[in-house]
């Protein structure tokens, strides 16, 4: 059965706030999570128009919220590290991080993230470690790379996949673990 909700601007009052840092802390760009938050509160005012049931709203709220964030990652092309980083400002690519300004919950998880991305880069076997870092940090084509080692550009994109695929699985956990 369907909870009570007499009025959405309650609704869109009380979960607000919690709804946006969460969806802060997976969208790097303020204007694209305020795009969302406003979809996701829209998409309730037109559900709730439209008489449909909704058990658990905050539930609802937070799976809206999700499944948006995924639309708007799919609808683009994943950026490397070394296309986001321009001139002197090396770090850049850590504006994909959660915001060092949304408060120490933040600033907490984005040392994390950081630290893990690190450990988990360090971990990759050398030759993976190798391709991933000239490629993906240091912005260098797969031919430079193979001009540079005599590897072949085919191995080398090889060793990237593995390299991508071990950085995923262990990267993983910290993703669930915050995405809580």
Known sequence: MAEPEPNMSDVVDRERSRLRSFIRRR?????????????????????????????????WLYRVARNRIADLFRARRPERFSEIATGDDELAFEEMLPSPDDGPDAMLERQFLLEALEVAINELPREQRDV????ELEGKSFKQISEGTGVSVNTLLSRKHYAVRRLREALQSVHDEWAE
Not at 33 to 54: C, G, K, T, Y
């Open 27 to 59: 969208v790097p760009d303020p204007a694209d999570a305020e795009d969302i938050l406003q979809d996701v509160f829209s998409r309730l005012i037109e559900a709730n128009e439209m008489l449909v049931p909704i058990e658990h709203v905050t539930g």
């Open 132 to 135: 991933f870092v000239a490629h």
